[in-house]
């Protein structure tokens, strides 16, 4: 089925990627010239790998799916800092083809959807070093509904309380990221339901959306993935106008929210470089080598 080809899920474990400075440079030199201070402002040699890697899925998600030259992709941000790509011609079979990456930790993930509107949100569930959880915890107390802090705080052990915090935290940062949001939106009017984080329902300022699924996912070395998909109308308005559909009947838009969600596919850095295609990988890409350093 088409549709299927436009649902994908991408990842990288930043952790096994150890480029020397020149192969880091050849890696940044595949994306467009306006992307290198993206990059290039951070550090921290882990930031400017994430900040990379983010990207270069980016380019290779789309020129795999879509089959656009990387030379030919263009990727634009809305007003709210929303990646999408600028398509002259709308793809008939991949009708709101767009993507949602993400990274945190030694992880670094993109998701996309033909249809529905999708987020991505990966967080490693960092334990605080000069303060309690609970401590911790309470300054974001105010992101969340009343059920959900109280399903937090008596989650268990002060481990488990933590982790049931990030998990709430990144299921609701993917639904904001779904919709093209940004830092200013009100986290304790989204409230969710779940099961063992299972049959996972959303409600905002109430109201149950059966239009959303969500699905959260364990990725070990203590991180945690959650993707969000729901319909393009509640895309903000900056947002909406990147889309080539924001309108479908029932039977269309279900087509697309049921369509099955596929595992994470754990890809190396150079396989998301064009070179790649004519078997012209660099050996530091696969090698131990001089690494970056801060």
């Not at 911790?136 to 802090?149: G, V």
Request: glycine residues 6%; hydrophobic residues 40%; proline residues 4%.
């Amino acid at each position: 089925m088409e549709l299927e080809k436009g649902i994908q899920r991408w990842i990288v474990d930043i952790s096994e990627w150890n480029p020397s400075t020149h192969y880091f440079s050849v890696a940044m030199s595949f994306l467009p010239q306006h992307e290198h201070a993206s990059i290039t402002r951070f550090f921290k040699t882990e930031d400017k790998k994430r900040a990379l890697v983010s990207r270069l899925l980016q380019y290779a998600l789309i020129h795999q799916v879509l089959g656009i030259p990387y030379d030919e992709i263009v990727i634009k941000r809305t007003a709210e800092g929303k990646p999408y790509l600028e398509c002259g011609k709308p793809n008939l079979e991949l009708p709101n083809f767009n993507f949602n990456a993400s990274h945190h930790g030694d992880f670094v993930a993109i998701a996309s959807e033909p249809i529905c509107l999708v987020g991505l949100d990966v967080v490693t569930q960092t334990i605080p070093e000069k303060e309690s959880v609970e401590e911790f915890i309470q300054s974001f107390s105010s992101y969340f509904s009343r059920l959900e802090w109280f399903n937090i705080i008596n989650a268990g052990s002060s481990r488990q309380i933590l982790s049931e915090f990030y998990r709430y935290w990144s299921v609701k940062e993917a639904f904001v990221k779904a919709i093209g949001d940004g830092v200013g939106y009100k986290l304790d009017t989204i409230e969710f339901h779940h099961k063992n984080w299972e049959n996972i329902v959303v409600k905002v300022d109430g109201k149950e959306l059966k239009d959303w699924r969500f699905w959260l996912l364990e990725l070990g070395k203590d991180h945690v993935a959650s993707i969000a998909k729901g319909h393009p109308m509640y895309a903000t308005s900056s947002y909406k106008t990147t889309l080539n559909r924001t309108q479908f009947n029932d039977e269309e838009y279900n087509v697309g929210l049921y369509l099955p969600n596929t595992s994470f596919i754990f890809q190396k850095v150079e396989d998301l470089l064009p070179f790649n295609e004519t078997g012209r990988v660099p050996p530091c890409f696969s090698q131990n080598c001089a690494v970056l350093k801060d």
